[in-house]
């Protein structure tokens, strides 16, 4: 692993890493977030997954998260959202090939060989970190934005010892029901539904996965919320599962990180007092 | 005045705006956040000056400001730092012509023409403001970054009766004394240092201009401090001068926007103390 960059901030550490993974067969940019702490101390992690078009810069930018963290003493990490390089295999729109990995494993050619983002965030980014930084890797909650915040649910979904605390900004509920999902679990994934459900949060509520509980904001004036968030059919799924979700509709906010920036804080709070209690 | 764009953030709204500026004979943007108040309401306003090679959108995206401004219900306006368009005289370096106007009204040829970003920001953008957001123009305090640290500074101190309040992030505290400020006055006023008085925060003070008192936060990791920033000349301008300056020099920070979001909040803060009283 090597260092990129590192700034102070709110009385902490913003660091950018960069490392070659062997899931994906490239190499991998992310950012860390360590306030200050006692030498020997180990710190809660929340995990943060952007959404299409972004790397790890955007919430490390625009987020707001430092203060938050800095107050709760939690570290705070941003993973890119796919494979990078001018070798790989792209496509020409936005909501697929870079920059718009789903958290999934790729099966179809071409994909398979470098868009594993789902071994890459279970599994390579974790053991790297719990190598590097000093996280207590018994306390980690798991957040996102619209396809990082589907990459958290579902993450969080099916691997409910690992993360405590799952929250989200305005994820997309159900690539199963929606043009996004569509195009990215069918491109990376085939033409079979089946396999499509271990990566939609509905479904894998519907076939029995739960969570203690859930935060959702949602701002009302989203663009994408009607065609392809859908954040009604989450509601549903919750309320059938039993699981106590709560689920914010937020007036007049969009989908940008404006929003985001504006409740960042809030589930900084909500995430810190499920990881120290 | 035509809008750019609007985004409900902070339970306010952040606003970014375009005009055709007769000061600089340009399209001019910038910036302005709104929090939520009574329909009759005027706020009191923070004016924000940035740096080298920014625009308005570093501080609005990366800044953390509206938080706090949302708190004690100010205004927070960041202005563009140079005119633009692909017809005007530039520089290739970052640190002259565009990105770079210094806060100066230019007499130099050829950047005499559109270069005056001293009557822009202190005649043409506040009766702009004045007529098109709930402002109460008696309530004003003006901040800003290195050399919109320096525009804050010596725009407050020749305005001592416009400003209740002035603060600065790691300021270029004395154009005459470092090459970012040899360079620029020397460029837009030419070489008699007479003229560049009026656009040093140094000199204006020893010049007897005064300020009831000043808030600054320099970080002690940057790069700029030694050659270009010299906040030590100001500390003693102010220490001769009896201006009660609380100049922190703030450990381990660099000169970035990670800097800047830490101590933003402070900084509103201690606005809000003098704006509001």
Avoid at 88 to 107: I, M, Q, R, S, T
Avoid at 114 to 128: D, F, K, S, V
Avoid at 193 to 198: H, N
Avoid at 220 to 226: G, K, Q, V
Wanted: contains cysteine.
């Amino acid at each position: 692993m090597e260092t990129v960059s590192t700034n102070r901030s709110h009385g902490g550490t913003q660091g950018v890493y960069t490392h070659q993974s062997t899931a994906t067969g490239t190499a991998m940019t992310f950012s860390v977030f360590v306030p200050d702490h006692a030498p020997e101390a180990k710190l809660p992690v929340l995990w943060y997954l952007s959404g299409l078009t972004c790397t790890h810069a955007n919430v490390t930018e625009k987020g707001e998260f430092r203060a938050a963290c800095a107050e709760h003493g939690i570290i705070f990490i941003a993973p890119d959202t796919s494979p990078r390089g001018d070798d790989l295999p792209d496509d020409e729109a936005y909501d697929f090939g870079k920059g718009a990995g789903f958290y999934v494993d790729a099966v179809q050619a071409p994909w398979s060989v470098n868009y594993r983002m789902r071994t890459y965030i279970e599994q390579e980014l974790p053991a790297l970190v719990a190598e590097h930084f000093p996280v207590d890797m018994a306390r980690q909650g798991i957040t996102g934005h619209s396809m990082g915040g589907h990459g958290a649910l579902t993450i969080g979904l099916r691997n409910p010892d690992r993360f405590r605390s799952v929250s989200a900004f305005s994820p997309i509920v159900s690539p199963l029901n929606c043009p996004w999902g569509e195009k990215a679990l069918g491109g990376y994934l085939g033409p079979d539904k089946a396999a499509w459900r271990a990566y939609d949060a509905c479904a894998l509520i519907e076939d029995g996965a739960r969570l203690p509980d859930l935060l959702v904001d949602q701002g009302d004036a989203d663009s994408f919320l009607h065609e392809q968030l859908k954040t009604g059919l989450l509601v549903m799924a919750c309320r059938k599962a039993g699981i106590p979700a709560t689920i914010r509709m937020q007036p007049g906010y969009d989908h940008s990180y404006y929003f985001i920036s504006t409740f960042m804080a809030d589930h900084i709070g909500w995430h810190a007092a499920r990881l120290k209690a």
